[in-house]
């Protein structure tokens, strides 16, 4: 198929596409690996679980998407479980109280967050400047 579009320049490349394995690998909570990447109206984090994990009940402003892409979980939200597996998509509304134990297989998510999440924002740049110091 011919394209008639020229492709982007090196320069228009590198604002709009990230590898998120080249952001800083993140330990938020022990047993949970995140690559996090961020827009201005959006989070999104790409969660490594290793098998059964537990991640405490919290609750945040932005709204979550959590797309389950291998392994399975039971998610908690507003006190009901719910058991995802690969392909399983699971919306959870603003301040309500989530958790989730990975299974013994683990779990690998992507978990969307609009507005972006502020406190992952910051976690992310504190652990860069790190780095570069």
Do not use: W
């Not at 990230?18 to 989070?43: F, H």
């Not at 999104?44 to 991640?55: A, C, K």
């Not at 009940?57 to 709204?63: D, K, M, V, Y």
């Not at 134990?101 to 992310?124: C, H, K, N, T």
């Amino acid at each position: 198929m011919e394209k008639k579009e020229p492709y982007a320049t090196q320069e228009e490349y590198n604002k709009r596409v990230v590898k998120y394995s080249d952001t800083p690998l993140m330990q938020l909570n022990p047993g949970a690996k995140n690559y996090i990447v961020s827009s201005e109206r959006m989070t999104v984090s790409f969660v490594t679980l290793e098998p059964n994990i537990r991640i405490t009940p919290h609750r945040h402003e932005p709204e979550q998407i959590v797309i389950v892409n291998d392994g399975a979980c039971d998610f908690m939200v507003d006190g009901k479980l719910y058991h995802l597996e690969e392909g399983d998509v699971l919306l959870i509304p603003s301040n309500v109280e989530h958790g989730n134990y990975s299974s013994d297989r683990g779990l690998r998510m992507i978990e969307v967050f609009s507005p972006p999440r502020a406190d992952l924002v910051a976690e992310q740049k504190a652990v860069q400047k790190a780095l570069k110091t």
